[in-house]
């Protein structure tokens, strides 16, 4: 059985109280994980955590050995919860202050006058970070090693996806194909395990969905490579020409 290419991945820290508890719903996993799927990686885990210094801290030094890319999302604002940027300087033993680059973009953006201390907290960074453009707010997100921090804002931080593409090296890129079937999961799953111990470098999804009052189950079948993902498909076709499944 041919080997599909090692993967890159990744792992998003999403960062904020507001999401805990419920009030704040988050989109951001969505944004980034389509994103990096296009440059090839894969998204493995996704934390969420509190607004704490001693938590960010402890799982940022936890990841960024795990995974080849991290990114986290929400704490780099003008208000006192936001302590995202503080928190990755200690993880890294970096001292933390005024970014002479980011100081410069902030004030020329507010302008002089307008430039307060909320917006110069924005400025505060870790030392010798470098600097994430954003074209919507001005405000920069920043990258220290394989952590890059973006904001919590879905808008803002989709505007500065694009601006990375040349910082992210991937792998190949992900591939999918999907097969919609009428039936129930109970009904393939015996057959579709064997596929999966068939071809164990293709990830295989079953989603059941309902839709204009009908069952159906929805078979995603994804990997870098696509001669692999085509002689799953076939596999996944004979079983369904065998249970005389209809295909939606």
């Not at 109970?186 to 309902?210: H, M, R, T, W």
């Amino acid at each position: 059985m041919k080997k599909a290419n090692k993967k890159v991945n990744a792992v998003i820290i999403i960062i904020g109280n507001e999401i805990l508890s419920g009030r704040t719903q988050d989109v951001n996993v969505v944004s980034i994980s389509k994103w990096l799927n296009e440059l090839g990686v894969k998204i493995e885990e996704v934390r969420v955590i509190a607004d704490t210094e001693d938590i960010i801290v402890k799982t940022i030094n936890d990841v960024r050995k795990k995974f080849n890319y991290v990114f986290t999302t929400g704490g780099i604002g003008p208000t006192h919860d936001d302590i995202t940027s503080r928190s990755i300087a200690r993880a890294f033993n970096l001292s933390y202050g005024y970014h002479k680059e980011a100081y410069k973009i902030l004030e020329t953006y507010y302008g002089a006058e307008n430039f307060n201390k909320g917006r110069k907290k924005m400025s505060m960074l870790p030392d010798k970070a470098l600097l994430i453009f954003n074209p919507s707010s001005g405000a920069p997100g920043f990258i220290v090693d394989n952590v890059y921090c973006l904001p919590g804002v879905p808008s803002i931080l989709k505007s500065m996806l694009g601006g990375l593409n040349s910082k992210i090296k991937g792998g190949k890129k992900i591939l999918n194909k999907t097969i919609a079937l009428r039936t129930v999961e109970s009904e393939i799953a015996s057959s579709l395990e064997k596929v999966q111990n068939n071809f164990k470098d293709v990830e295989i999804g079953s989603y059941p969905f309902f839709k204009q009052g009908k069952i159906g189950v929805s078979i995603v079948i994804r990997s870098t490579d696509e001669e692999l993902i085509s002689l799953c498909y076939k596999d996944i076709e004979n079983f369904i020409k065998r249970k005389k499944i209809e295909i939606i």
